[in-house]
Nanobody, 123 residues
Framework: QVQLMESGGGSVQAGGSLRLSCAAS?????????MGWFRQAPGPKREGVAT????????YYGDSVKGRFTISLSDAKNTMYLQMNSLKPEDSAMYYC???????????????WGKGTLVNISS
């Protein structure tokens, strides 16, 4: 099965930048056409941040991060990145890597999850 591993989280001041990475392993040929990032602050709601279609590179962004964050894939499509610029305190959350089929920005249809990497932005 597909396994996902995030890295790159940490603590930075508002206005700074972070680059998150997600390494994928296993056979994704028939089980994955989308990869993305979700985040969850304390509470039950997991918010869609950004998603990319692995086939053609089409991207989707949540309204709160559009213009500040950029999602991308390595040439081999085995590593996904999230470049986060102009960070705000409200970006603080556990960030999760996700993979599956046509899930867009909805966590309800994600098939595979990483364990998360913590991002804390101080004011």
């Amino acid at each position: 099965q597909v396994q996902l591993m995030e890295s790159g989280g940490g603590s930075v001041q508002a206005g700074g930048s972070l680059r998150l990475s997600c390494a994928a392993s296993g056979d994704t040929t028939y089980s994955v056409n989308s990869m993305g990032w979700f985040r969850q602050a304390p509470g039950p709601k997991r918010e869609g941040v950004a998603t990319i279609y692995t086939g053609d590179g089409t991207t989707y962004y949540g309204d709160s991060v559009k213009g500040r964050f950029t999602i991308s894939l390595s040439d081999a499509k085995n590593t996904m990145y999230l470049q986060m610029n102009s960070l705000k305190p409200e970006d603080s959350a556990m960030y999760y890597c996700a993979a599956g089929v046509n899930f867009g920005l909805s966590p309800d249809f994600v098939d595979y999850w990483g364990k998360g990497t913590l991002v804390n932005i101080s004011s």
